[in-house]
């Protein structure tokens, strides 16, 4: 039974995960996500009864400061001055997302789920990328707001997939293996990301993707040193041509925007300094400081017309900086318990990097990336929002549960359902010949011996 609630779960989760980038199909997310939630709760459930099958949780590091900002979130209830906005915003960008977080933290319960939730995480980008192309193409331009939720949410989404474009080269059991066709699949999906960012016209998108790749490689290759050091052009010289596409993009994009504003070529500076968020930031803090503590209530636009009229733009409704929005939502605390769970979570995926087991180490170089990534790109704006937030605490999600269950095999020294062989019969496979079983190794207290190295990159 266990066994066939695990796979309608990650079913319903990789369908609202597909489902996810598009505000097009409304009630197949919808159900998607509730059939996901039911599958959830049953598996959990199931599991809990056997000591050896639980899930095992990921720690008050990362639980508690994700409680307490959740808790002083609905708390904030207390204080809002729009109740009625902020009871609206928790019911989706709070429940919903800690929903979405326990959906996924339970769907990778193996190597095969985890590889199932990023190659359809990578199908959903490739499907609405040619989507978003063909609309350019055939009706003579691209409307982000039909099937894409917009060009900020996809500009976004471009960065939350691409540290994901790693499991085409890295090996089994949490990667694709790589070879000539999915390296094929790697640069058509390299050159769909860069075609469509560009479509956006987002400046920050490009920040944001070289912040991907540089965390990516960079950590790479200090986990793995004897592979960048037998071959560094390997490494480097991909890298290095990724960066000049992203430098020539970033400036093309701010050399259109000083046309658009009626600058020549040389006054690119001049764009930057008159960026009307730079007026909207002083704004902001000047309201945080009026309620440093407690902020103004849950929801990203809680004063959103306040901002708007005293700047005199419709578009500046909100604190565009990730942080910045949490202080003025719900005050330096719940700031400081947003900013405390990210640290978390990031320590967390550093301590998977150190791990001896590459597959894990792998598992932490994606969520390094994937979290430098979503920060680089909300430092100017406040994504945190909808499809975008839920795409992210679902990758997070996913990363960090199966990241815990592989320190569990580790610990235990389950060697086959670490090398994502788990026996047919459902039960716990049999440690490798020499190797202590869990409860041995737990009896005696002493480390398990560490498991063979299957690969030297990632």
Request: charged share 15%.
């Amino acid at each position: 039974m266990t066994h066939h609630i695990n796979r309608w779960l990650l079913a319903f989760a990789a369908a609202y995960l597909f489902l996810l980038p598009t505000n097009a199909q409304t009630f197949a997310r919808s159900l998607a996500f509730g059939g996901a939630g039911v599958c959830a709760l049953v598996a959990c459930l199931a599991a809990w009864r056997n000591r050896a099958t639980r899930i095992p949780l990921a720690g008050p590091a990362i639980l508690v400061p994700l409680a307490l900002w959740a808790a002083w979130a609905v708390g904030s209830l207390a204080w809002s001055v729009d109740a009625a906005y902020s009871r609206g915003q928790l019911a989706r960008e709070v429940m919903d997302s800690l929903l979405a977080m326990f959906i996924f933290y339970v769907a990778a319960a193996d190597a095969r789920s985890f590889r199932t939730l990023i190659g359809t995480a990578l199908a959903s980008f490739a499907f609405f990328a040619l989507l978003a192309i063909a609309m350019d193409v055939v009706l003579g331009a691209w409307d982000a707001g039909r099937w894409h939720n917009g060009v900020g949410p996809w500009s976004t989404w471009v960065v939350l997939i691409a540290p994901f474009l790693f499991a085409l080269i890295a090996p089994p059991p949490t990667g694709f293996g790589g070879g000539t066709r999915l390296l094929l699949l790697g640069l058509l999906l390299m050159a769909l990301l860069l075609v469509t960012a560009r479509m956006t016209d987002n400046r920050v998108v490009w920040v944001a993707l070289t912040v991907v790749f540089a965390t990516a490689s960079l950590i790479a290759a200090l986990r793995w040193p004897q592979t960048f050091s037998r071959s560094p052009l390997r490494w480097l010289a991909p890298f290095a041509i990724l960066l000049i596409v992203l430098g020539l993009a970033f400036s093309d994009v701010l050399e259109e925007r000083a046309q658009e504003a009626g600058r020549s070529h040389a006054s690119v500076v001049a764009a930057l300094e008159k960026d009307p968020r730079i007026a909207l930031w002083e704004d902001v803090f000047d309201h945080i400081e009026a309620r440093p503590w407690l902020g103004y209530g849950f929801g990203r636009r809680i004063l959103a017309g306040v901002l708007a009229a005293e700047l005199d733009d419709p578009l500046l409704a909100h604190a565009h900086n990730v942080f910045a929005s949490q202080w003025l939502q719900t005050g330096f605390v719940g700031m400081s318990a947003f900013a405390a769970f990210l640290a978390a979570l990031a320590l967390r995926y550093f301590r998977f990097v150190r791990a001896r087991d590459d597959t894990l180490a792998f598992v932490g170089v994606v969520g390094l990336a994937l979290l430098a990534g979503f920060i680089a790109k909300n430092l100017t704006d406040d994504f945190l929002f909808r499809s975008n937030a839920k795409e992210l605490w679902a990758m997070t999600a996913f990363l960090l549960g199966y990241g815990v269950r592989r320190e569990r095999l580790l610990a235990a020294g389950d060697f086959a359902a670490m090398a994502g062989r788990p026996p047919p019969d459902g039960r716990k496979a049999d440690p490798a010949p020499g190797a202590p079983s869990g409860a041995a190794a737990r009896a005696t207290a002493a480390p398990p011996p560490p498991p063979r190295r299957r690969s030297e990159s990632a």
